[in-house]
């Protein structure tokens, strides 16, 4: 897709991004912001571990327009939305956090699954055309894939945790939604480890790779389960908010479910992008090397055993083929790993203050 149509498609529109002062929505709203919109509205619930961060907007918050609500809250978002009449709607709320979701299953369903009706229906009710994007997760996939890249026909039926679960359902509902009512067209991204700036640095309930950044930096020690062999795969921010805006603009991404990652298969042939497939010892090892460089402390990695509780919802190794979004769209990432870490630790060096 040439960038040039995706940069022209927002101007004069009218967009809304749940979640909108956390780790994605921020980046996505100030990518959106030099995207010449009529209007970008923000709700957010600030719920403390969902990762919202009024300064993550500090940058733009004369360009865009913020409201704290819960997307729980059926009346107060029905209203929003049918007097606010978006044409895109990026739904970027949720809870994220594995554990989490095994302490309180309820709660995360009716976050990342239930709520996501509150923002159907009232589209569905208005009657006004409106793209919806909806913020997948490679959770949905479960454990014990083997050793090729996982693609958009693996099966979602058996997440590992109810986060798993709870994201299924929101996307099931985004797609039947698309598939039944003419003027609602909706596509999910499923994301894997994304990193880099304005992330929350205060628990470790939101991915792990930012986690490590932050023990790092303050010169801690990062514990990591042996072996640490586990495979993964990560993708930028900015790498993310392309993705996003590249499907929000297509119309071939209608109904669709997309992967992000790193592992492309043109002609038969995996290729790994971005940095590509990589344990997670060995990104520890590269969070602890580039940060004791840029901030002198001594942070050092400490394997530990594995514990009997953590293998229950232990996935193995996860690898998301991205060739169906590269196909479709051209997306594909840019940021090689080596870099994106740098630019995330000079950010939060300057920015410490705010997130710390």
């Known amino acids: 897709m040439d960038d040039l149509k995706y940069k022209k498609a927002f101007q004069g529109k009218k967009i809304l991004i749940t979640g909108g002062l956390g780790f994605i929505g921020s980046n996505l709203a100030i990518k959106l912001s030099e995207l010449e919109p009529e209007r970008i509205l923000i709700i957010d619930s600030l719920i403390p571990e969902c990762g919202g961060n009024e300064k993550n907007i500090e940058e733009i918050k004369d360009k865009v327009e913020v409201l704290k609500i819960d997307i729980r809250n059926q009346t107060g978002v029905d209203v929003l939305i049918r007097g606010f009449i978006p044409d895109y709607i990026f739904n970027m709320t949720g809870i994220l956090s594995h554990v989490a979701s095994l302490e309180d299953p309820k709660r995360d369903a009716e976050i990342n699954a239930w709520a996501t009706y509150n923002i159907l229906e009232p589209c569905r009710k208005s009657g006004h055309n409106v793209k919806i994007i909806y913020a997948g997760t490679r959770g949905q996939y479960g454990k014990d894939h083997g050793p090729e890249p996982i693609t958009e026909k693996n099966s979602t039926l058996r997440p590992a945790d109810p986060n798993g679960i709870s994201k299924n359902a929101g996307e099931q509902a985004c797609l039947f939604y698309n598939d039944v009512f003419p003027n609602i067209n909706a596509v999910s991204l499923r994301m ?165």
């Open 192 to 356: 894997t480890n994304t990193y880099g700036p304005r992330h929350q640095m205060r628990n470790r309930y939101q991915g792990f790779l930012n986690w490590f950044i932050k023990l790092a930096m303050d010169g801690e020690e990062i514990t990591v389960y042996e072996p640490g062999r586990q495979l993964r795969d990560f993708n930028y921010i900015e790498d993310v908010v392309d993705a996003l805006l590249k499907v929000a603009v297509s119309e071939k991404t209608n109904g669709e479910v997309y992967n992000l990652g790193s592992c492309i298969n043109i002609g038969g042939n995996v290729t790994e992008l971005g940095g590509g497939v990589i344990s997670v010892k060995e990104v520890a090892e590269k969070i602890v090397r580039i940060s004791n460089e840029l901030t002198g402390k001594n942070a050092v990695l400490k394997m530990i055993p594995y514990p009997e509780e953590k293998k229950k919802v232990e996935v193995g190794d996860i690898k998301m083929d991205i060739t169906k979004i590269y196909n479709d769209t051209g997306w594909k990432p840019q940021t090689e790993l080596e870099i994106g870490l740098r630019k995330t630790i000079e950010f939060y060096k300057k920015n410490k203050d705010k997130y710390w």
